[in-house]
Structures are given as structure tokens and as C-alpha cells.
């Protein structure tokens, strides 16, 4: 695999981890406490920080990624392996 094609894996791979880690560990005004400003939602968290969801972004992607490659070398699950219809025989007897 090219090292543009791994390159690109990876920012779907971080992009999709976004929304995976974007609800960890958040908490409500009311939750933490705290005062709520005028025109904020009750469902809006407290603190948002960017740095700390990049942190954990960064290692959730890199982790998944690195399942995704080396599946891609030792090839543990295959196309043939998720192809449930068995198009291949019907190709095949055709």
C-alpha cells in the first residue's frame, strides 16, 4: 500500500474516531456544577477541550488504524470471509 493511500486511510480513520470520542466524558453545567450563562442549552457541556479531544482522537485512530493495517498485511479478514450471498458461486455457475 502507498504511503498516500495509508496517509488518507488514516485521516478517515481520525475524522470517523471524532465522533466516536466526542461524547466521552463530557458533563452538563448542571453536572459539574456550575452557573449557566444566558442563552445556553442544558444539554451543552461545561468544558469543551479541543486539546484533550485531539489526544484521545489521535490514539482511538491511530489504534483503529493500525487493526486496519495489519489486517491489510496478514490479511485475517478477507472480502470472500464477508460476503454473505456467496456471489462468488453465482458468478461462477453463470
Do not use: C, K
Not at 449557566?36 to 490514539?59: C, D, K, M
Amino acid at each position: 500500500m502507498r504511503w498516500t493511500s495509508m496517509l488518507a486511510i488514516y485521516v478517515l480513520f481520525w475524522a470517523f474516531s471524532v465522533f466516536l470520542v466526542l461524547p466521552w466524558g463530557v458533563r452538563t453545567t448542571q453536572e459539574a456544577g456550575g452557573d449557566y450563562v444566558a442563552g445556553q442549552a442544558e444539554s451543552a457541556p461545561h468544558e469543551f477541550r479541543l486539546g484533550r479531544l485531539a489526544v484521545r482522537v489521535t490514539i482511538v485512530a491511530t489504534l483503529l488504524f493500525a487493526l486496519f493495517a495489519a489486517n491489510y498485511h496478514y490479511g485475517w479478514v478477507t472480502p470472500a470471509m464477508l460476503d454473505l450471498f456467496d456471489r462468488a458461486a453465482v458468478y461462477n455457475a453463470a
